[in-house]
């Protein structure tokens, strides 16, 4: 059991000083970090100097504090980012070198999608995603995937929330978000036009395990008005079935009776 103090469980304090950090604020002095965390500063310096002794965090010659290379370390071993990234690079690498556009991929987690991969095209519009970031499910191509197959109570929580604004094209109509995760569901792809912002399109298609069932999603996005979201699906559900093979390939085989 985590030892107790006035201020709650050692490892609950330590987690919220790692969640103090984000993609705004990724150097962070003491200060900040007590007031971002909510703890008091003295428990903080005590805690930060053991996350830094472990690796999770490292202090510049300033006294600032960043995210150490050992909790990447850690990190990158999960399961679902790095087995799935490798599996996934190849394709996606080469629908970028066929399109010269961005290729995403993203899990799940909750309520919200993390982006696991993606590789910029030449040519690409710019996109406010990134690596290990989260983004709502509603709104992007790999997010409509992901919610149109999860569980029903999950999408009706989030339809039935207040939906992020992104842009004037962001769908927040609860009926209009039914029938859009309908769709794809029917189509084996999503279109989000202009929903995150006003000059990209995103396609987006379901990445299956063995069993069918939805494990991730691969998305394409380009500037808007260039191609036809028609035009890019066969492209992204090719890939996105070519992944979903290496898990077939991947899974044991049973040995005859």
């Known amino acids: 059991m985590a030892k107790r103090t006035a201020t709650g469980p050692v490892l609950g304090r330590a987690l919220l000083i790692l969640e103090a950090f984000g993609p705004r604020h990724t150097t962070l002095t ?30 510049d010659e300033a006294g600032r504090y960043t995210v150490g290379l050992r909790l990447w370390e850690v990190g990158s071993l999960a399961p679902r980012g790095l087995g799935l990234r490798e599996r996934a690079l190849p394709y ?62 999950l999408q009706e929580e989030v339809i039935g929330s207040p939906v992020e604004r992104f842009t004037p094209y962001t769908v ?30 995103s396609v ?17 996005v380009v500037r808007h008005g260039t ?10 559900r090719s890939s996105a079935r070519a992944i979903s093979r290496t898990f077939t390939a991947a899974a044991p085989r049973r040995s005859g009776a």
């Open 30 to 59: 003491l200060t900040d970090l007590a007031r971002r965390a909510g703890l008091p500063l003295s428990t903080v310096h005590r805690l930060a100097a053991e996350l830094v002794a472990w690796g999770a965090l490292e202090r």
């Open 172 to 201: 927040t109509d609860p009926p209009v978000l039914r029938r859009m995760l309908a769709d794809v569901r029917t189509n084996g792809f999503s279109v989000s036009d202009r929903q995150v912002t006003e000059d990209a399109l």
């Open 227 to 236: 191609v036809s979201p028609h035009a890019l699906s066969p492209l992204v």
């Open 204 to 220: 987006g298609a379901p990445i299956r395990d063995p069993h069918g069932t939805v494990v991730a999603a691969l998305s394409l």
């Open 92 to 153: 996606l690498e080469d629908l970028s070198q066929v399109t010269h556009e961005n290729v995403q991929l993203a899990v799940r987690e909750g309520a919200e999608v993390v982006f696991v991969e993606r590789i910029a095209g030449s040519r690409a519009v710019p996109v406010h995603t990134r690596v290990g970031g989260r983004f709502a499910l509603s709104a992007t191509g790999v997010g409509l995937v992901l919610l149109a197959h999860a569980p029903l109570e």
